[in-house]
């Protein structure tokens, strides 16, 4: 599977984006599906995970309430919309595919694909 992530850029605090993560293949469906961020000076962390049917999802608590991740199996495409932006949500943002289809992990080792990551800059 290769990802392919867009949709980032610039924004001012209070703004929003909507991230997207396009695979390839045919067995996208089958994936769990996640989202992490790597911050200037920061480690990778967790952002939000989806099933691979689409109907259970999982949020950082830092994200919660805030973002959406939602997906398209017929375009093979998962979604991030992010509204309340924030200036510490600035980071590179990774798409992320899990073969597994029995658990909705927050922990990056657990996936098996990533993408190139797309670049969101929140100004205060």
């Known amino acids: 599977v290769q990802l392919q992530a867009s949709g980032g850029g610039l924004v001012q605090a209070g703004g929003s984006l909507r991230l997207s993560c396009v695979a390839s293949g045919r067995t996208f469906s089958r994936y769990v599906m996640g989202w992490f961020r790597q911050g200037p000076g920061k480690e990778r962390e967790f952002v939000a995970a989806?099933?691979?049917?689409?109907?259970?999802?999982y949020y950082a608590d830092s994200v919660k309430g805030r973002f959406t991740i939602s997906r398209d199996n017929a375009k093979n495409t998962v979604y991030l919309d992010m509204n309340s932006l924030k200036p510490e949500d600035t980071a590179v943002y990774y798409c992320?595919?899990?073969?597994?289809?029995?658990?909705?992990?927050?922990?990056?080792?657990?996936?098996?694909?990533w993408g190139q990551g797309t670049q969101v800059t929140v100004s205060s």
């Open positions: 989806i099933s691979w049917r689409g109907v259970s999802s």
């Open positions: 992320a595919a899990d073969s597994s289809q029995t658990r909705i992990a927050s922990e990056g080792a657990m996936y098996d694909y």
